[in-house]
């Protein structure tokens, strides 16, 4: 593969939703922001507004979109399917805490969904996205969702998509993976899940 990478690529998180907020597993459903998760957007564009992004990319999700044009950059953005949440199958709609209680022990990073998608494709879908985004120049905004971030940070330094454990994506928060500066073919983690001051 070419290296020819992006200079950033800034990932967010959509704001909170009524299923975000209750905890249960949000993938093909598309619910929208509560007005909380509306301000927690619009509270993300004082970042925005100080980075020239020369491309902006978004889930096809309600969520994902509505993000990212209250954050100011809507009418730049394309739709991008693997930016699209964890399609979690049977499992849709429900709680983690609730899913255990029939199925102790499990971890979605591990076990994956029953109908829905498993980490390997996961995985497989973060690897397919980062090798075109690597081909880009100039930095990049990414408006997209929780688990699937998770494994996506994980895959850009190179980690199992099970990894993707640790790096928990709060809601309307931001991430910059970029690359070292001293050794420009090793990625990095810049910034993970950080969210400005709210109330903006």
């Not at 990319?57 to 979109?65: E, H, N």
């Not at 993000?67 to 950059?73: D, F, H, K, P, Q």
């Not at 971030?149 to 099970?162: D, K, N, T, Y």
Request: hydrophobic share 40%; aromatic share 10%; charged share 25%.
């Amino acid at each position: 593969m070419s290296l020819n990478p992006p200079q950033r690529l800034f990932y967010f998180r959509h704001g909170e939703t009524s299923w975000s907020l209750s905890g249960r597993h949000t993938g093909v459903t598309d619910i929208p922001l509560t007005a909380h998760g509306e301000a927690q957007a619009r509270a993300l564009r004082r970042w925005v507004a100080a980075i020239a992004f020369a491309h902006v990319f978004t889930s096809p999700r309600l969520r994902a979109r509505a993000t990212c044009e209250l954050a100011g950059l809507g009418a730049e953005t394309n739709l991008e399917p693997d930016l699209a949440e964890w399609k979690y199958g049977d499992y849709e709609g429900r709680r983690s805490a609730e899913i255990k209680q029939n199925r102790p022990g499990w971890d979605i990073y591990r076990d994956g969904c029953p109908n829905g998608e498993q980490p390997d494709e996961i995985g497989t879908r973060a690897d397919r996205l980062i090798a075109r985004l690597r081909e880009l120049r100039g930095d990049v905004a990414l408006f997209a969702h929780g688990q699937f971030g998770s494994v996506f940070v994980a895959r850009w330094v190179g980690l199992a998509p099970a990894e993707g454990r640790h790096f928990p994506v709060g809601p309307a928060s931001m991430g910059v993976l970029s690359w070292d500066r001293d050794h420009p073919k090793t990625p990095v983690v810049a910034l993970w899940n950080a969210a400005p001051d709210f109330p903006a």
